[in-house]
């Protein structure tokens, strides 16, 4: 087996280390994997080598892992043929694409507060339609969103499980990486402040500086009109909702939500090119 290879991305050897991933995927994924042979793309395969530090071989084996999982988990039929359960889980304006910033990087909130559903598969179906609903909505060569994390009225009852928390952490790490470009996490509780001050001396630099913090209540001080403002900041007001500054008056309707058409280019290549 070959061995590792770590070149950085503004490295001369970036073609060469990216032709050895996409030989390898082109000779030992693609023939097992034809349904994703679309979503195996130079772009694709770029993300996974930024996501290992340009290590073609680790970045070979997420590639492999990720297509095992999209497989097992049906991602291609979740976004295609959607399902009752999804339905139930969209009917609350829970997790939705809204919007996008001035770099045309989609918007995805996520509000726990509008918790509807019991713990079941169907909630990281909703979490995986909406990230690939993002996705959709990404005009080359944009490839990042900016998620919006909501902790408004957080409880017990629609605070998310340890469990939960976990899976959508696996999802979004091993299996879309790269793919954001900025976090703003609203109205944190405090004792989220106080575990994020002990684990960000070892939080990775680049992932750090995609972290914001936002107010959403009306303050006088400096410190919190900044907050407030980071939204209409990054994005221009008709493309953010009121509740955080800006002037859309954005309703959510989980049966017009559904209804809106949801093209993914990699499956459109993937039929191009069968």
Same mark, same amino acid.
């Given at each position: 087996?070959?061995?590792?290879?770590?070149?950085?991305?503004?490295?001369?050897?970036?073609?060469?280390?990216?032709?050895?991933?996409?030989?390898?995927?082109?000779?030992?994924?693609?023939?097992?994997?034809?349904?994703?042979?679309?979503?195996?793309?130079?772009?694709?395969?770029?993300?996974?080598?930024?996501?290992?530090?340009?290590?073609?071989?680790?970045?070979?084996?997420?590639?492999?892992?990720?297509?095992?999982?999209?497989?097992?988990?049906?991602?291609?039929?979740?976004?295609?043929?959607?399902?009752?359960?999804?339905?139930?889980?969209?009917?609350?304006?829970?997790?939705?694409?809204?919007?996008?910033?001035?770099?045309?990087?989609?918007?995805?909130?996520?509000?726990?507060? #509008?918790?509807?559903?019991? %713990?079941?598969? =169907?909630?990281?179906?909703?979490?995986?339609?909406? &990230?690939?609903? +993002?996705? !959709?909505?990404?005009?080359?060569?944009?490839?990042?969103?900016?998620?919006?994390?909501?902790?408004?009225?957080?409880?017990?009852?629609?605070?998310?499980?340890?469990?939960?928390?976990?899976?959508?952490?696996?999802?979004?790490?091993?299996?879309?990486?790269?793919?954001?470009?900025?976090?703003?996490?609203?109205?944190?509780?405090?004792?989220?402040?106080?575990?994020?001050?002990?684990?960000?001396?070892?939080?990775?630099?680049?992932?750090?500086?995609?972290?914001?913090?936002?107010?959403?209540?009306?303050?006088?001080?400096?410190?919190?009109?900044?907050?407030?403002?980071?939204?209409?900041?990054?994005?221009?007001?008709?493309?953010?909702?009121?509740?955080?500054?800006?002037?859309?008056? #954005?309703?959510?309707?989980? %049966?017009?939500? =559904?209804?809106?058409?949801?093209?993914?280019?990699? &499956?459109?290549? +993937?039929? !191009?090119?069968?």
């Amino acid at each position: 087996m070959d061995e590792p290879e770590v070149v950085n991305e503004n490295s001369v050897d970036h073609e060469a280390t990216l032709e050895k991933l996409r030989a390898r995927v082109e000779s030992e994924l693609v023939k097992d994997y034809p349904e994703d042979r679309g979503w195996l793309d130079d772009a694709c395969l770029n993300r996974y080598l930024r996501a290992r530090k340009f290590d073609w071989t680790k970045a070979f084996a997420m590639l492999e892992a990720t297509l095992r999982w999209r497989r097992e988990f049906g991602v291609v039929k979740i976004i295609t043929d959607v399902s009752d359960g999804l339905r139930k889980e969209g009917e609350a304006p829970k997790t939705y694409v809204n919007g996008k910033d001035m770099e045309g990087r989609p918007i995805m909130y996520m509000k726990p507060r #509008f918790q509807n559903t019991e %713990e079941s598969e =169907f909630q990281m179906h909703h979490l995986v339609y909406n &990230l690939e609903r +993002a996705i !959709s909505e990404m005009e080359p060569p944009v490839e990042k969103m900016v998620i919006v994390m909501d902790f408004k009225q957080l409880s017990r009852r629609n605070n998310p499980s340890l469990s939960t928390q976990k899976q959508t952490l696996n999802i979004l790490q091993n299996h879309y990486p790269e793919r954001l470009g900025m976090a703003i996490l609203v109205d944190a509780p405090p004792l989220f402040h106080a575990l994020y001050k002990v684990i960000r001396p070892f939080v990775d630099p680049v992932t750090r500086s995609k972290i914001a913090w936002m107010k959403s209540s009306p303050s006088t001080s400096s410190t919190n009109i900044q907050h407030q403002n980071i939204l209409t900041e990054i994005a221009s007001s008709d493309q953010v909702e009121s509740e955080y500054g800006g002037s859309s008056n #954005f309703f959510y309707d989980g %049966e017009a939500y =559904f209804a809106a058409p949801l093209v993914l280019r990699y &499956l459109t290549n +993937a039929e !191009s090119k069968n």
